[in-house]
């Protein structure tokens, strides 16, 4: 079956650095790769969709990447700040109707 | 907009019991699922709708029923809670149209349950 493996480890930076999340996936490359963030208590907030033909993705200070040889899709967060603190999920589209969701990174920015 | 509505907040049940979780929304979106999400399991789908009058399950159906029988609402029933339906319990909703792109889904703020 299809797997999404994300660090399970929080990861700590400090502000002003760039975050580098990582999302890798098993067997073949997925149509669609998206991004999400998460906060306590709260339902996920989508940030960005990269498709498999596309090699990079960005939004204000977001940048997505896609690897299909790697298998493997990177999240960064330049110039980050306190507030980019939550979890970033990982949601891969193998077919047309559903989502597969990686269990997420912890991002935790220190001032 | 709302956006994507879902209620209660909270609930607490016993074992047996039956309930149904709502979730609506006003953004006329095609595609509606629910998601539950345990500690260190991630979001995984339970049943999803791709219009009014069809459904289909996800990973985990088991246990839970749905319908849709308008574009704005899709309901999740459980129909004998058990201890392992205690979760968060998230609705989302997407503008998916036939022949078009996947799109971002948009997602409700969870329904917090407890099985007894």
């Known amino acids: 079956s299809q797997k999404i493996e994300q660090n399970s480890e929080a990861l700590n930076i400090q502000e002003g650095k760039t975050a580098t999340l990582t999302c890798n996936y098993t067997?073949?490359?997925?149509?669609?790769l998206q991004w999400y963030r998460q906060d306590p208590g709260r339902g996920p907030v989508f940030l960005l969709l990269i498709r498999e033909n596309e090699k990079e993705k960005r939004k204000e200070r977001l940048k997505v990447t896609f690897d299909t040889t790697l298998k493997q899709s990177l999240f960064h967060i330049t110039a980050s700040q306190p507030a980019d603190s939550a979890t970033y999920l990982c949601?891969?589209?193998?077919?047309?109707?559903?989502?597969?969701f990686g269990k997420g990174t912890m991002l935790l920015v220190s001032p | 907009n709302a956006g994507v509505t879902q209620t209660p907040k909270f609930q607490v049940l016993k074992t047996g019991q039956s309930m149904t979780l709502q979730c609506a929304q006003d953004?006329?979106?095609?595609?509606m699922s629910w998601y539950r999400q345990d500690p260190g399991m991630g979001l995984r789908l339970i049943h999803y709708s791709v219009g009014a009058g069809i459904t289909d399950q996800g990973e985990v159906p088991n246990g839970y029923n749905v319908s849709r029988s308008t574009t704005e609402d899709f309901p999740l029933r459980l129909l004998s809670a058990a201890p392992s339906q205690t979760s968060v319990y998230f609705c989302?909703?997407?503008?998916?149209?036939?022949?078009?792109?996947?799109?971002?889904?948009?997602f409700g703020p969870g329904t917090r349950l407890t099985v007894l």
């Open positions: 067997n073949y490359s997925p149509a669609y």
């Open positions: 953004m006329n979106h095609e595609y």
């Open positions: 949601a891969v589209s193998w077919g047309y109707s559903t989502l597969t």
């Open positions: 989302a909703s997407s503008p998916y149209s036939s022949g078009s792109s996947y799109n971002e889904q948009f």
